[in-house]
């Protein structure tokens, strides 16, 4: 009796929830009269992103090709309300006209369970924009050429590793070897420390680097769209083992660096200072500039920089070395480029006298070559905001304070009225006429606006030396074992490879 009453109440509290779902939330775009997608109750619209059948990038893309003549539209990410903006003018609006109602991205922050989500990508409001004036002089080019020395001498170890498999002309993952050389270069870079995951690929380093990144559909969709749901039950974005190896390893390189009076060139010490001082030291060419002074209000605390130099980690380990990767799978396919970009950089290599800042930063055909792989293969394949005050936008959308807001980079990257033939590569797109008469907000693979990707400039350099320091000794073709086209990770959040890319190398 008494199980058939509890029976009873449940049923009577899913009806209800039900109806209050349809009739309630599910009602907020007809109210407003935005065209939007039918969702599903309890999960909104997220069906083929929460049970793994699309990668989220990919699902946006979906959205976005089939439906942009509306301009926006409007989904439900599980009770959220969504808007997927398709206009170009309306994505200008949102990142930098109107910045001041969408600074934010609205996603999971709980720095007290996850310190190590304290960072410029997560943290929102008056702190994000205080911590934004204290980094930005830590990712000057002054600042990234003094790091240099850092890049090339992982290069020169990932060209040297790769010599015997070349000259036995072996297939190779590329994209696991380009992730040891990222981990090696942001490890010395961010932590100060030698990880040497190229000669070790299977070393505690590469295994926290790949636990930092396997975080599931759910939990991903949760942190973007219910950060509340995280919030009451206290769960972390990132695996508790992965926050207390970073935690331990940043204190412990600090208090080492202190006892010992070591100073090296690089993003640790930039954060030592912000530490110790709460500003960065100017660039030597910039010794006339003065201080910021908003910047010196306060110092970071270990925590904080600790965040920080995770997500330089995060980043820069895992979108560099996608894009290298992606770089290499279509020049593997299309030689007639990769024999052009050879052809640049022997050229200004022995104009430069050698790899230097300056001779990669005068590879204009390079240049274009990374910006074409970052059309077609964005790592962040979508941008989300919120909106965090009341506004009335273009086309008669009216948007209530906290209402998310997605931008589908994939698809604006992959729309053919964009780019004509997309899904091919073609690095010409970035000739400077041909950009010129493009939308300015057509190409977003670091983001836009004052919440630009801060770190772009040291991303586009540490794919640039990569991709150097192989091309200028090694020939790469296709291994039929690589899927053509490829596919993509489902679970992932980046646009990473399902089944990795095998590339056969041979010397030149």
Sequence with gaps: ??????????????????????????????????????????????????????????????????YKDHGAIGIYSLFKPNLVIADLDLVRTVLTKEFASFHDRGIFCNEKVDPLIGNLFFIMGKKWRNLRVKMTPTFTSGKIKQMFPILSECSEELAKFLN??????????????????TTDVIMSAAFGVKSNCIGEPNNEYRIQGRKA??????????????????????????????????????????EYRR?????????????????????????????????????????????EATAQSFVFFAAGYETSSTTATFALYELAQYHDIQDKVRKEIDEILAKH?????DSVNDMTYLHKVVNETLRKYPPIPFLNRICTKDIALPMNIN??????????VLGFHRDPSIYPDPDKFDPERFNADVVADRHPYAYLPFGEGPR??????FGYIQTKVGLVSLLSRYKFHLDPQ?????????????????????LFIEPR
């Excluded at 086209?485 to 980046?494: C, D, M, R, S, T």
Aim: charged share 20%; net charge positive.
């Design 164 to 181: 015997s498999k070349a000259q036995m002309r072996e297939s190779i993952d590329i994209k696991d070897i380009f992730a040891r050389y």
């Design 399 to 408: 948007l209530p304070k906290g209402t998310s807001i997605t931008i589908p």
């Design 482 to 502: 690589t899927r053509v086209p490829l596919i993509f990770n489902e679970g992932a959040g980046v646009l990473s490879v399902k089944g990795g890319v095998h």
């Design 353 to 357: 006298g050698g790899l230097t800042y």
């Design 1 to 66: 009796m008494v199980f058939a009453e509890l029976i009873g109440v449940i049923i009577v509290a899913l009806s209800v929830l039900y109806i209050y779902y349809k009739f309630v939330i599910f009602n907020f775009w007809r109210k407003r009269n935005v065209f939007y997608l039918e969702p599903v109750v309890p999960i909104g619209n997220l069906k083929d992103f929460i049970n793994g059948k699309k990668q989220m990038g990919v699902f946006f893309h979906d959205i976005y090709i089939k």
């Design 213 to 254: 990144f396997e975080v599931t559909p759910l939990i991903l969709a949760l942190a973007v769209y219910a950060p509340q749901i995280m919030d009451l039950f206290s769960l972390t974005f990132f695996d508790r083992g992965v926050i207390k190896f970073y935690m331990n390893m940043f204190r412990e390189n600090v």
């Design 259 to 303: 006892t010992h009076n070591i100073v090296r060139q690089d993003f640790m010490n930039l954060l030592m200072q912000l530490m110790d001082r709460g500003y960065v030291e100017p660039d030597m060419d910039d010794d006339k500039k003065k201080i910021n002074e908003s910047s010196t209000v306060s110092k970071l605390t270990i925590a």
């Design 452 to 457: 630009v990707c801060i770190g772009a400039r």
